[in-house]
C-alpha cells in the first residue's frame, strides 16, 4: 500500500507539471496561428496508450514515461523531423514567424513553470499557513546524530544562530538546506558561541555516510510497548521517562548516554505518568537497552507535554500573495545555488545528483496534500531551470539561438540546428544515464 501511495503521488505530480509545461508553448503557438501536430503525456516511441485528433492536433498519452512534448510544425525538436524541414517553409510553420513570437513560444514552458510555483506557494500559505517552532524556544539546542555533521563540529545541544550572517528566526525544513549550502554557521555552545566553518565538499562528505537526520529537535523519551522478554514490567506505555539513576533525562539523548554507562545494572527511574510523577526500578540489558519499543510523537503532543511552544501564522488570500512570492523567491535562488554547486567538481555535489528514483523517494508513504503540493512546486522550480539550460535539444538551447538571431540578425541555418539538436540530445541522454546511474549505485551501495 506504501508502495502505490508514493507512486500515485509521483505519477499525479509528474503528469501534471509535464501537461502544464507544454500547455505553456501549446498556447502561444495557436496564439501566433502555429500549427501544432501533437499534444502528448509521456513519450510515444513506436506506438501510443491512448490518442485522439482534435482539429490540427493529435493529443495522446505514450508509453515511455519520462516526459511529454509538443510537435510544433517547422521546427527542429527531438521527432528531427528532416523531410519537414527540407520542403519549403509554410505560413503555419514556426521557422516562418518572427524571432520574438518564436522566442515567446519557447519560454511558454518554464514561465508556466515558475507561476505554477508561485501560485501554489500562495495557495499552501493561505490555505495552511506556516507552522513552526521558533528558533530561540529551541532552548536546549538540537539534535545532532548525523556523522558527517558531527565529524564538521557540530553536537548536540548546539543552538544555531545564524547561516552565513543569515539570522535564523525559526526551525522549519528549510535550515537543513541552509546548513549544507553553507561557508559558515555560528552557534551557541555552552553559553558561548562559536563559528563552524563549513568544508567545500561537505555534500560529497555527508553521501559517504549512512543516511541520517542532519539536525532535529530532541524528543522525549516516551515508552510505546514493552517487549514481552523485557523484564521491566513496572514500565506502562505513554510513560514518560524524566530522569535514570538520579540524572536528568529530559531527551531520548541524555537518556542513551545515562542507559550506556549502567549496562547490566538495575537502576531508579523517574517517570511522568497520567501527569504525576512515579518512582520505579528498571533494569539495563547488557546492550544498554531496557527492551521498550518508543512511541512516535508528534509536534502537537509534545507541546502538550511541555517540550516546545509550536507557533502557528495564518494570512488571509492578500497577505498569502506575498508570503508566497517570497517562498517561492527563495526556493528558486536555492535551487539555482545547488547547481552551482553541482556543477562545481570541488565540492563533490554531483555525486549526489539523482534520476527518477531520488525524485520518487522524495514523496511520503501516507498522502497529504500540503506536503504534496510543496514537494510539486519545488519539481515545478526545478523544471524550469533545468529547462532554461543553454543545451541544444532544451528549451534555453532554443532561446540561446533565438537570442543570437534577434540580436545579430542572422538566423542559423537548419542543418547547424539539426546538428546542435543532435548533440544536445545525445549530452541530455548522457545526463539522464548518470543521474539514474547514481540512483542505481546508491541502491547497491546502500547509501
Same mark, same amino acid.
Given at each position: 500500500?506504501?508502495?502505490?501511495?508514493?507512486?500515485?503521488?509521483?505519477?499525479?505530480?509528474?503528469?501534471?507539471?509535464?501537461?502544464?509545461?507544454?500547455?505553456?508553448?501549446?498556447?502561444?503557438?495557436?496564439?501566433?496561428?502555429?500549427?501544432?501536430?501533437?499534444?502528448?503525456?509521456?513519450?510515444?516511441?513506436?506506438?501510443?496508450?491512448?490518442?485522439?485528433?482534435?482539429?490540427?492536433?493529435?493529443?495522446?498519452?505514450?508509453?515511455?514515461?519520462?516526459?511529454?512534448?509538443?510537435?510544433?510544425?517547422?521546427?527542429?525538436?527531438?521527432?528531427?523531423?528532416?523531410?519537414?524541414?527540407?520542403?519549403?517553409?509554410?505560413?503555419?510553420?514556426?521557422?516562418?514567424?518572427?524571432?520574438?513570437?518564436? @522566442?515567446?513560444?519557447?519560454?511558454?514552458?518554464?514561465?508556466?513553470?515558475?507561476?505554477?510555483?508561485?501560485?501554489?506557494?500562495?495557495?499552501?500559505?493561505?490555505?495552511?499557513?506556516?507552522t513552526y517552532i521558533a528558533n530561540e524556544d529551541l532552548k536546549d539546542g538540537l539534535l545532532v546524530e548525523n556523522k558527517a555533521m558531527q565529524? %564538521?563540529?557540530?553536537?548536540?545541544?548546539?543552538?544555531?544562530?545564524?547561516?552565513?550572517?543569515?539570522?535564523?528566526?525559526?526551525?522549519?525544513?528549510?535550515?537543513?538546506?541552509?546548513? $549544507?549550502?553553507?561557508?559558515?554557521?555560528?552557534?551557541?555552545?555552552?553559553? *558561548?558561541?562559536?563559528?563552524?566553518?563549513?568544508?567545500?565538499?561537505?555534500?560529497?562528505?555527508?553521501?559517504?555516510?549512512?543516511? +541520517?537526520?542532519?539536525?532535529?529537535?530532541?524528543?522525549?523519551?516516551?515508552?510505546?510497548?514493552?517487549?514481552?522478554?523485557?523484564?521491566?514490567?513496572?514500565?506502562?506505555?505513554?510513560?514518560?521517562?524524566?530522569?535514570?539513576?538520579?540524572?536528568?533525562?529530559?531527551?531520548?539523548?541524555?537518556?542513551?548516554?545515562?542507559?550506556? /554507562?549502567?549496562?547490566?545494572?538495575?537502576?531508579?527511574?523517574?517517570?511522568?505518568?497520567?501527569?504525576?510523577?512515579?518512582?520505579?526500578?528498571?533494569?539495563?540489558?547488557?546492550?544498554?537497552?531496557?527492551? %521498550?519499543?518508543?512511541?512516535? @510523537?508528534?509536534?502537537?503532543?509534545?507541546?502538550?507535554?511541555?517540550?516546545?511552544? %509550536?507557533?502557528?501564522?495564518?494570512?488571509?488570500?492578500?497577505?498569502?500573495?506575498?508570503?508566497?512570492?517570497?517562498?517561492?523567491?527563495?526556493?528558486?535562488?536555492?535551487?539555482?545555488?545547488?547547481?552551482?554547486?553541482?556543477?562545481?567538481? +570541488?565540492?563533490? *555535489?554531483?555525486?549526489?545528483?539523482?534520476?527518477?528514483?531520488?525524485?520518487?523517494? $522524495?514523496?511520503?508513504?501516507?498522502?497529504?496534500?500540503?506536503?504534496?503540493?510543496?514537494?510539486?512546486?519545488?519539481?515545478?522550480?526545478?523544471?524550469?531551470?533545468?529547462? @532554461?539550460?543553454? $543545451?541544444? *535539444?532544451?528549451?534555453?538551447?532554443?532561446?540561446?539561438?533565438?537570442?543570437?538571431?534577434?540580436?545579430?540578425?542572422?538566423?542559423?541555418?537548419?542543418?547547424?540546428?539539426?546538428?546542435?539538436?543532435?548533440?544536445?540530445?545525445?549530452?541530455?541522454?548522457?545526463?539522464?544515464?548518470?543521474? /539514474?546511474?547514481?540512483?542505481?549505485?546508491?541502491?547497491?551501495?546502500g547509501k
Amino acid at each position: 500500500m506504501d508502495i502505490f501511495i508514493k507512486l500515485s503521488q509521483f505519477l499525479l505530480s509528474l503528469s501534471l507539471l509535464i501537461i502544464l509545461h507544454e500547455l505553456g508553448h501549446f498556447i502561444p503557438a495557436k496564439l501566433f496561428k502555429t500549427r501544432v501536430e501533437k499534444f502528448y503525456l509521456f513519450f510515444d516511441v513506436k506506438y501510443s496508450l491512448i490518442k485522439k485528433k482534435i482539429g490540427e492536433t493529435e493529443y495522446g498519452i505514450g508509453w515511455l514515461p519520462l516526459g511529454g512534448y509538443v510537435k510544433i510544425s517547422g521546427m527542429i525538436d527531438e521527432s528531427m523531423d528532416k523531410e519537414q524541414m527540407a520542403l519549403p517553409p509554410q505560413p503555419w510553420e514556426f521557422r516562418s514567424k518572427p524571432a520574438y513570437q518564436r @522566442l515567446i513560444i519557447m519560454l511558454g514552458g518554464v514561465t508556466v513553470n515558475f507561476i505554477l510555483a508561485f501560485i501554489i506557494y500562495i495557495g499552501m500559505a493561505f490555505a495552511y499557513g506556516d507552522t513552526y517552532i521558533a528558533n530561540e524556544d529551541l532552548k536546549d539546542g538540537l539534535l545532532v546524530e548525523n556523522k558527517a555533521m558531527q565529524n %564538521v563540529g557540530f553536537q548536540t545541544g548546539d543552538h544555531i544562530v545564524s547561516v552565513d550572517g543569515e539570522k535564523i528566526v525559526k526551525f522549519d525544513n528549510d535550515l537543513t538546506m541552509k546548513v $549544507i549550502m553553507a561557508k559558515e554557521v555560528l552557534i551557541i555552545r555552552n553559553g *558561548a558561541e562559536q563559528a563552524i566553518k563549513m568544508p567545500i565538499d561537505f555534500v560529497d562528505q555527508l553521501s559517504k555516510q549512512e543516511k +541520517s537526520t542532519l539536525l532535529d529537535i530532541r524528543r522525549p523519551f516516551v515508552i510505546g510497548s514493552i517487549n514481552d522478554e523485557s523484564t521491566n514490567k513496572e514500565l506502562q506505555a505513554k510513560d514518560v521517562v524524566v530522569a535514570l539513576n538520579g540524572q536528568a533525562a529530559k531527551y531520548m539523548d541524555q537518556a542513551k548516554t545515562i542507559l550506556e /554507562n549502567n549496562k547490566g545494572k538495575t537502576i531508579p527511574a523517574t517517570v511522568l505518568r497520567n501527569q504525576k510523577e512515579e518512582q520505579i526500578q528498571v533494569t539495563v540489558n547488557n546492550d544498554g537497552m531496557l527492551g %521498550v519499543n518508543l512511541a512516535g @510523537l508528534s509536534i502537537a503532543s509534545m507541546e502538550k507535554l511541555g517540550y516546545y511552544k %509550536v507557533s502557528k501564522q495564518e494570512f488571509g488570500f492578500l497577505e498569502s500573495i506575498p508570503v508566497g512570492i517570497t517562498k517561492g523567491k527563495y526556493q528558486l535562488v536555492g535551487y539555482g545555488k545547488q547547481l552551482k554547486m553541482i556543477f562545481s567538481p +570541488s565540492t563533490g *555535489a554531483y555525486k549526489q545528483v539523482g534520476g527518477f528514483k531520488a525524485i520518487f523517494d $522524495i514523496f511520503p508513504n501516507t498522502w497529504s496534500w500540503e506536503v504534496f503540493w510543496g514537494i510539486t512546486a519545488l519539481l515545478s522550480i526545478m523544471l524550469g531551470v533545468m529547462n @532554461l539550460l543553454p $543545451i541544444p *535539444a532544451l528549451d534555453g538551447g532554443h532561446v540561446m539561438f533565438l537570442l543570437y538571431e534577434i540580436i545579430s540578425g542572422k538566423k542559423p541555418s537548419d542543418k547547424f540546428l539539426e546538428n546542435a539538436q543532435m548533440v544536445g540530445f545525445v549530452l541530455l541522454i548522457t545526463l539522464l544515464l548518470f543521474a /539514474n546511474g547514481n540512483d542505481i549505485y546508491k541502491a547497491i551501495v546502500g547509501k
